[in-house]
């Protein structure tokens, strides 16, 4: 709509898209959380905390891995 005269200048048909458009239409709602209400904001914000929570647990295995192996090292010796 024209701000000034409130004329309609341009309308869009969401029936009317095609596929890429569909889905470029719901990729920002899907990565906010958006889509899916509070239940998927809440997924999404606990999903933030994945790569953190898959650096700690990847670096106490390591540890222990490592620790594991000073030990059969000693063992040996």
Not at 24 to 43: C, M
Not at 55 to 74: C, E, N, P, S
Request: proline share 3%; hydrophobic share 45%.
């Amino acid at each position: 709509m024209n701000a000034f005269t409130g004329d309609i200048v341009a309308s869009r048909d969401g029936l009317a898209d095609s596929a890429g458009d569909k889905v470029l239409n719901w990729l920002h709602p899907l990565h906010n959380g958006e889509a899916f209400g509070l239940t998927g904001r809440i997924i999404v914000f606990i999903c933030g905390f994945l790569p953190l929570i898959l650096f700690i647990t990847g670096l106490l295995r390591w540890q222990q891995k490592r620790h594991a192996r000073k030990r059969t090292a000693y063992r040996h010796s």
